[in-house]
């Protein structure tokens, strides 16, 4: 009976195992070679990409927008075979899906991306999955983190506190002189109720553990959290990001040196 169970169990963990299992892909570069998950709870995003991988969609385009300290992009199909210098990447409105927002996934170095139009002509923040990109981003320091965070948040406070406090601060006032008890009562709920407005707020800033982490140490581009799609992230090849973000680019941010591509699926 006891064997049977240790069975049933290893089984069962294997199943899980299998379930979880994150596609990896090989993404191979005249500049170096980059290995990536894809994420399992961007489903979406995942099976989009994989089907063009598997159709060779990416083979021979290149990383054609490169901004040193933020992104490398690439992988649209304008670019492959494109003369020296000319503009390319221009995404493709029939290849759009609606955003994978995940609390979890984030714009740290090597964060595999989708890009997107702007939001005065796409409000959904919906992702041109055409093309791809590969977050460089750079370190940041921690009171660069909170100044972000006061930014974002101070003037959802400012607005709440005017909206919680004017129309009862000619009470207040009365109060601290009449009583004093009752009036420190009262400012400690209208702190507290300023604390649940900003954390109310979708427009709030408030950096995870996990966000400060990256951040600080391989750092990232944090302003770009919550506006684009992150679907997966670079395991092994950092630095060959950090080989193509150093390339000498011309005014369409494409580099001098192309650099070609071929996507295949490891497992």
């Known amino acids: 009976m006891k064997s049977i169970l240790v069975s049933l169990f290893f089984s069962i963990s294997l199943l899980a195992t299998a379930q979880t299992k994150e596609t990896v892909i090989l993404i191979s570069t005249n500049m170096g070679d980059m290995k990536a998950i894809l994420y399992n709870d961007t489903p979406k995003h995942r099976d989009h990409y994989i089907k063009l991988i598997k159709q060779g969609y990416f083979d021979g385009t290149l990383f054609s927008r490169v901004v040193k300290g933020y992104v490398i992009q690439g992988g649209s199909k304008d670019s492959r075979g494109a003369a020296p210098g000319v503009k390319v990447g221009y995404g493709n409105s029939s290849m759009e899906l609606f ?136 395991i092994e090849g950092l630095d060959v990001i950090d080989k193509i973000a150093a390339l000498k680019v011309n005014g369409f941010d494409r580099p001098f040196t192309d650099v070609k591509m071929k996507v295949s699926i490891v497992n």
């Open 99 to 234: 955003p994978e927002f995940r609390k979890t996934y984030f714009h740290k170095k090597g964060a595999l991306c989708a890009p997107r139009q702007p939001n005065n002509v796409n409000p959904q923040k919906k992702s041109d999955v055409s093309q791809f990109f590969i977050v460089q981003g750079t370190v940041l320091r921690t009171g660069q983190l909170d100044t972000m965070e006061m930014a974002k948040n101070v003037p959802i406070k400012n607005k709440a506190y005017s909206q919680i406090y004017n129309p009862i601060k000619d009470e207040l006032n009365a109060l601290k002189e009449s009583n004093p008890k009752l009036y420190n009562e009262k400012v400690r709920l209208i702190k507290s109720q300023l604390d649940s407005a900003l954390m109310a707020s979708p427009n709030k800033l408030i950096f995870t553990p996990a966000q400060r982490e990256a951040y600080t140490t391989i750092g990232g581009a944090p302003n770009l959290d919550g506006d684009y799609t992150v679907f997966g992230e670079v």
